[in-house]
């Protein structure tokens, strides 16, 4: 009787040892389905807009995600970070230069909730370009450029809001080096876009006789040569785009790794940006 208590025991300890064993089983088995059902949320500059989903493509593709795992908000990155300040819900941030991420960094690193724990990173280094769709850029030079948009009063050109947009910051530090900043502003012949992409629509519609623009953009329509100048690097401020992680989420760390890795950065190359040292 005692053997068949002892069996009975030892039994039901089996028993409930499987049962704990298949629970946590469970439990594990759930929080990797939720974690795998997370959506993952980024804010990106406007200028990604041509190649981030190109990288979205091949990041869902090699960890077998589906289409609705990752959603995208473009925008102005100086928008983008004042949304995140007031609490909206990203995972990634991509900006368009590399200020903002710091300050949400060194922001972070003040307070007392500590939320941001990923340092910025720089993960590509964007090309301005000047476009026109009315004007031939074909012989046109950096030299010439000055002439060409001081000396005819009726010639219009459009810039990403400096104050905002990184590439409209460039852009205005290369007029301001021709000395050609302030007179076209005086004569009102600077249209301000509210970000890069905007800037583009304005230079594409023939809104404005020339745009200052991303390389990227011009890349992605297939623009004929004639209708764009791509300024030298040396030329303006480096436009190098930073992003960082906001969240803990697993996934976003996953994707900017992929983001940096060669896998990723070919998109880059390909789509107008400069190698990133």
Known sequence: MGKLALSASTGLLVLLSACTQESSADIESAANSSE???????????????????????????RNLAES?????YSSSGKLYAQIIAGAPYDVFLSANQAF????????????????????????????ALYSVTKSLSELNIESLADVLTNDATVKITIANPELAPYGASAKAFLESKNIYEPLSKQKRIIQAENISQAFQYAHTASVDYGFVAQSQLIAIKAKP???????PDAYPAILQDGIVVSDSDMAVDFTDYLRSTAGQQYFSQAGYLPVQ
């Open 101 to 128: 991420p710091a300050r949400l960094a060194e922001e972070n690193e003040g307070s007392d909730s500590k939320d941001i724990t990923y340092a910025p990173f720089t993960y590509a280094q964007g090309q301005l």
């Open 226 to 232: 004639k209708q764009f100048m791509t300024l030298k």
């Open 36 to 62: 795998s059902s997370q959506t993952l949320r980024i804010a990106a500059a406007a200028n990604l807009s041509d190649v981030l989903p190109s990288i979205i493509d091949a990041y869902q593709a090699d």
């Open 69 to 73: 795992d990752i959603e995208v908000t």
